[in-house]
């Protein structure tokens, strides 16, 4: 990355930036969304099975993990 020093993406937190229904890889009749997570120039891509809701459900605690992570643990 140029022009970029690592703690300038550690101030980007992640963010959820797309969710959309797609076919379900194994053929099947299944509802499997297609997700996108970034932060700054990095990005996640993935699949769940599961309605548009259950997903961004999962997403935003998977999301705030990551948030967590990058901030550092906080002391006890």
């Known amino acids: 990355m140029r022009g970029y020093k690592i703690t300038d993406v550690l101030e980007v937190p992640f963010q959820v930036d797309q969710i959309s229904e797609v076919a379900a890889p194994d053929g099947s009749k299944d509802v ?45």
């Open 32 to 76: 499997w969304q297609q997700y996108i997570i970034s932060q700054g120039t990095n990005v996640i891509t993935g699949l769940r099975p599961g309605s548009r809701a259950d997903v961004a459900a999962q997403l935003d605690e998977m999301v705030a993990r990551l948030n967590e992570r990058r901030v550092g643990k906080k002391p006890k």
